[in-house]
């Protein structure tokens, strides 16, 4: 579960809920005694929950077990339509991503995690397994290390202690000290950079949004394969293709 061990303020029941849900998404679907097997609970303890959400609509009942139901959509889709950063940045998320040819995301921060509110596909996007909703630690990839370099480096250093440095490849950075100095460098040039950092074989280039204030409010990306974005095109024309599109995102952000 994301966020370490639930604390003694936590509500038992709903951690429970909280993991099943979760599990039903990560197993793509499950029956009941797979989930308790998964988790570790009752089988009884896990019916009792699933008889709940699928009442609710939360679950449904699919194949001899349970998957996550289209109620959590409309959830979704109501919490990213809330933001004022997914309004102004869809269509310039668009056309960066018709500019660069490559796949082009926006980002924001949430609870020490980066997720993925909107992205788009150029001519020759490569497939990856970002996907608009995805929560991901932001050590590891371009549009978090952005917001990274752009909050104070106490709030930094507790989102590292609450989720630590997990490696996704072997270029991860996994050093707190490291990832730091690293942060520094992506202030003094404006933009972050992915070098395999998260996939072996995808590069991506990203630069914070932030409000009028300096607060950071999310990330601008573009992602595509190494073998198309070397680094004279990285510090070249696509890094000037996002600090752009930042620009442009602040900018009707400040006036909208």
Not at 222 to 242: C, F, K, L, N, Q
Request: proline residues 3%; hydrophobic residues 40%; glycine residues 10%.
């Amino acid at each position: 579960m994301l966020g370490g061990s639930p604390t003694a303020h936590h509500v038992k029941s709903d951690e429970t809920a909280i993991a099943i849900t979760e599990s039903l998404m990560d197993l793509e679907g499950a029956g009941v005694t797979e989930l308790a097997s998964h988790l570790g609970m009752a089988k009884s303890t896990i019916h009792d929950h699933l008889a709940t959400l699928e009442y609710h609509g939360f679950v449904v009942k699919a194949d001899g077990g349970y998957r996550l139901g289209l109620r959590f959509l409309d959830f979704g889709i109501h919490a990213r339509d809330s933001l004022d950063i997914y309004g102004v940045a869809k269509s310039k998320v668009k056309e960066l991503a018709e500019e660069s040819k490559e796949r082009a995301w926006c980002e924001v921060e949430e609870n020490g995690m980066g997720v993925f509110i909107c992205g788009a596909v150029g001519e020759r996007t490569v497939r990856t397994d970002a996907r608009i909703g995805l929560r991901m630690p932001l050590h590891c990839h371009a549009g978090g290390k952005a917001i990274l370099a752009s909050l104070p480096e106490d709030q930094v250093r507790s989102i590292i202690d609450r989720y630590g440095l997990p490696r996704r490849s072997e270029h991860t950075i996994t050093d707190e000290e490291t990832l730091m100095a690293h942060l520094e460098t992506v202030r003094e040039r404006g933009y972050a950079v992915n070098r395999e950092e998260s996939i072996p074989g995808i590069h991506a280039v990203s630069a914070p949004i932030t409000d009028t204030a300096g607060t950071v409010l999310g990330a601008v990306s573009v992602t595509g394969a190494a073998t198309r974005m070397p680094e004279s095109r990285i510090a070249g024309e696509i890094s000037e293709m996002v600090l752009a599109a930042a620009n442009e995102i602040e900018l009707n952000l400040a006036y909208a």
